[in-house]
């Protein structure tokens, strides 16, 4: 098989299945891994795809900001199942970190507690979904307000984090990549995450499978600083064997 017709088997399984990895490519072309690094970064120069970590997609692997609005609009059912999944782990008497996105506010909102709950949090949005609850009590960060996210970020909320230590948190993240980790569009919010994660026993990522393969601007951690995550069956088999291997629980709703 010469270039031209490896080109057009690779677009045509793109095609059919939206990614695919460079290993399988070897098996089914019989070629090595260099050649087939080599057609990936052509086409992707002739913008007929993108690369990503060990293979290849259809869809831009790097994200951008978008409103919590607009953002509610995406995957909404793969949230929900995610939401509830997630909800279930918070415990009576718990004290907690929910960040800020579309997913954890989702959360907040199958959150029902019928005992005592402590819940600190950047987002406004989760802070006013839990506020109509008695037992639970909000610490609202403060700091300049992102309207795209509807959360505080800065120094202001870092350091009101540094009097406090939470059993779980609850993040929300643009993009996991193997390579690059967790990731954010903002860095502010990436830095305020990695505080949340410094003063917290356990954390837990809540993403639809979407997220998988992309990376936003602003780096949080690596996924060996993350406990588990949380997502829907579209999560790509590689991944989940790589974060599995990492020690990082997979569970899929």
Avoid: W
Avoid at 97 to 109: D, E, K
Avoid at 137 to 162: D, N
């Amino acid at each position: 098989m010469n270039s031209v017709e490896r080109h057009q088997f690779i677009l045509k399984y793109l095609h059919e299945k939206g990614s695919i990895n460079v290993l399988d490519l070897c098996k089914e072309l019989d070629v090595s891994s260099v050649t087939i690094r080599k057609d990936l970064k052509l086409l992707e120069e002739m913008q007929m795809l993108f690369r990503t970590h060990g293979g290849a997609t259809l869809n831009n692997p790097y994200t951008s900001d978008r409103s919590v609005v607009e953002k509610e609009k995406m995957q909404s059912e793969e949230k929900a199942m995610i939401a509830v999944t997630a909800a279930k782990l918070v415990e009576a008497n718990d004290s907690i970190i929910i960040a800020s996105g579309t997913t954890v506010l989702a959360m907040a909102r199958h959150i029902h507690p019928v005992e005592s709950l402590t819940v600190v949090t950047s987002a406004l949005n989760v802070a006013i979904e839990l506020n109509r609850h008695q037992h639970v009590e909000i610490l609202q960060l403060g700091g300049m307000i992102r309207t795209t996210s509807a959360s505080v970020a800065g120094p202001y909320a870092e350091r009101i984090l540094e009097d406090f230590f939470c059993s779980k948190l609850f993040l929300g993240v643009d993009g996991i990549d193997p390579e690059f980790g967790l990731t954010t569009t903002n860095g502010q919010e990436a830095h305020l995450n990695r505080k949340m994660i410094e003063v917290s026993q356990k954390t837990i990522v809540l993403a639809d499978s979407t997220k998988f393969g992309k990376r936003g601007f602003g780096r949080i951690c690596g996924l060996d600083e993350i406990d588990e995550i949380i997502t829907d069956k579209g999560i790509p088999q590689h991944m989940q064997s790589e974060l599995e291997s990492m020690g990082v629980k997979v569970t899929i709703v």
